[in-house]
């Protein structure tokens, strides 16, 4: 069984930045790709961005493009999100993700029943 833990919300001003991270935990983790959903009050839940385990290729919302990294590092089985310039509509909880079965690119990486695996959430505020 895997497990996900996510660290690193919090409420912070427009224009700031805070760096998310998801541990993962498992005997056998091995992931095909990892990814980071939000869900704002009252949203539907929403893509952010993913990352292929191998070979670190990356996909992002074209609302964070330019604004968030994803990145991860294989020997601590952890993935980060570094979110900078933040906006007040980025406020949400964010979700990490992690898909087990192995293909697909963005189409099948943005869409959230792809993924086997999610952690608990953590709480993203972003307000003056």
């Known amino acids: 069984q895997v497990q996900l833990v996510e660290s690193g919300g919090g409420m912070v001003q427009p224009g700031g930045s805070l760096r998310l991270s998801c541990a993962a935990s498992?005997?056998?983790?091995?992931?095909?790709?990892m990814a980071w959903f939000r869900q704002a009050p009252g949203k539907e839940r929403e893509f952010v961005a993913a990352c292929t385990w191998r070979n670190a290729n990356t996909y992002y919302s074209d609302s964070v493009k330019g604004r968030f990294t994803i990145s991860r590092d294989n020997g601590k089985n952890t993935m980060y999100l570094q979110m900078n310039s933040l906006k007040p509509e980025d406020t949400a909880v964010y979700y990490c993700?992690?898909?087990?079965?192995?293909?697909?690119?963005?189409?099948?990486?943005?869409?959230?029943?792809?993924?086997?695996?999610w952690g608990q959430g953590t709480q993203v505020t972003v307000s003056s």
């Open positions: 498992g005997r056998t983790f091995s992931p095909y790709a």
């Open positions: 993700a992690a898909k087990q079965t192995y293909g697909g690119a963005y189409y099948v990486l943005s869409t959230d029943y792809n993924y086997n695996y």
